[in-house]
């Protein structure tokens, strides 16, 4: 029985919430209730929370305060989507209570928790009750109220537990859409997951699997030296989220580069290869469920860096001089938006999107390699905004997050910006463009799914207008039909579609013809975006 904790021990239950988390996070993923595929949430936060385990493998401190302060930095800078900011942010007000101490006595952990739901709730500009805030302030008042009467931290944390778990039952009955689905809230599933496995591990109950931590960290240092063919060494993990052969990735990889390392079992893929396409890599990889991990080395700059030269890749940690006043960062994935944005001003692109949020660090890089004193950058995606705004406090930059929450929105902001203005006017000038467009989404459903009023079968084409479900279509023919009375309602100026890496090319060309007689008084052009997801994204103007 534990009466106090010191750092081995609090790190070793983070190890164990990021071992269960890993193992659940398609169970959490699944709870997602809309049928499109973006259901993340377990990834998010299984990311999240293995960027600190990943920072306690290098060094555990000894005391409880230092331990929860390396959990809370390497949290924060790994944050992906909204769940795992939240998840960071709970425990960073956790490592500001415990700053300081060296042991963790039972009512200083119970306090811990408190503080921590206390810095989330601060942090998040409009709270929503049945979410993972919920959870967490009824586990942490639960934590609290047992204080007294517990004789060690597991009894504590077990009484905690229990309340926690019937605040995430009442998730249902707080949201409307979770009550239709008859599922719990996916974010407060994670927390009672990850205090779970941190109470286990009080116990003696969750034994890490170290087959599994074998599997994650393949050994690639056994590849020698060679010339440079290939400029990118490019590694990554991807979950097998479906019964896609790996052996089609295998021989797609060997066709495109080599010195390949090829690792799967019945839950990951990991591969190491060397490349001049690592965005067709990714974005091939993506076919296969959601990536769990990405690197991507330029050799030929460590090359140069190993002969004594000096590459502007020296330091992903140096910030960038500033050589103008302002400077663009965005959010997107696709080889086509890549270059659309590069070629409208944007000084940086973070590759990411929906099911592959990329982490705060990921964001802050690129902030920081912008040469500008103030920085804009557009997320494009709700689940990206949270993430790039932990960037503001972080960077020596100044940083503003504008909430885009679609890659058409983005490209507005940057194409109709007024380049004269001054930083604090460009900040409301960016927003207006991006809120004058509309956005049409074509992917398709995930699952079957009774939601919104619509029957929807597994496979058939899912439009969303700004966001919202318009219909389930089960022919191509249908779905254009929906679309052109769609649009023939907003009766806009400029339609712009941006086809997706799977749009098929004469479906593509057949839309563009449709919508283009549907709308006689309406400019309509198509653009490659080359994004994973959805078939088309369609600007409306």
Sequence with gaps: ????????????????????????????????????????????????????AAALQKHTPASVGECAEVIANAMLRGARGNSGVISSLLFRGMAKSLKGKERAETADFAQAMSDGVDAAYKAVMKPAEGTILTVSRATANAALKS??????????????????????????????????????????????????????????????????????????SAIEDEDIRFTYCTEFIVSRDNPRSPTLLRSYLQQIGDSLVFVEDDDIIKVHVHTDEPGNVITEALRYGALQTVKIENMRNQHTELSGGVTEEDDDDAVAPAEKELGFVTVCAGEGLKELFLSLGADRVVTGGQTMNPSTEDILREINKTPAETVFVLPNNKNIIMAAQQCIPLSEKRVVVMPTTTVPQGIAALAYRDEEADAAALEATLMDSAESVHTLLVTYAARDSEFDGYSIRAGEYLALLDNSLIGSFGSFESLQEQL?????????????????????????????????????????????????????MISIE
Excluded at 29 to 42: C, E, I, R
Excluded at 148 to 164: I, P, V, Y
Excluded at 175 to 203: Q, T, W
Excluded at 494 to 505: P, R
């Design 1 to 52: 029985m534990f009466t106090s904790i010191g750092g081995k021990e609090l790190g070793e239950m983070l190890l164990c919430a990021a071992a269960s988390l890993n193992e659940k996070k398609e169970a959490i993923n699944k709870l997602n209730v809309f049928p499109v595929p973006d259901g993340d949430t377990g990834t998010n936060m299984s990311m999240t929370v293995s960027a600190a």
């Design 147 to 220: 204080v007294r009467r517990a004789d060690s931290l597991e009894t504590m944390l077990d009484a905690a537990l229990m309340q926690g778990r019937a605040a995430l039952e009442l998730t249902t009955e707080q949201n409307s859409v979770l009550k239709k689905a008859g599922v719990v809230d996916a974010g407060g599933k994670g927390y009672i997951v990850i205090f779970e496995a941190m109470l286990a591990s009080l116990r003696g109950d969750f034994v890490l699997s170290r087959s599994s931590e074998k599997r994650d960290e393949a050994d690639f």
């Design 484 to 536: 052109c009375r769609t649009l023939k309602e907003a009766d806009p100026a400029v339609v712009t579609v941006y086809t997706g890496e799977d749009a098929q090319e004469e479906q593509s060309r057949e839309l563009e013809a449709t919508l283009s007689e549907a709308l006689p008084d309406t400019e309509v052009s198509s653009l490659y975006g080359g994004q994973s997801v959805y078939y088309y």
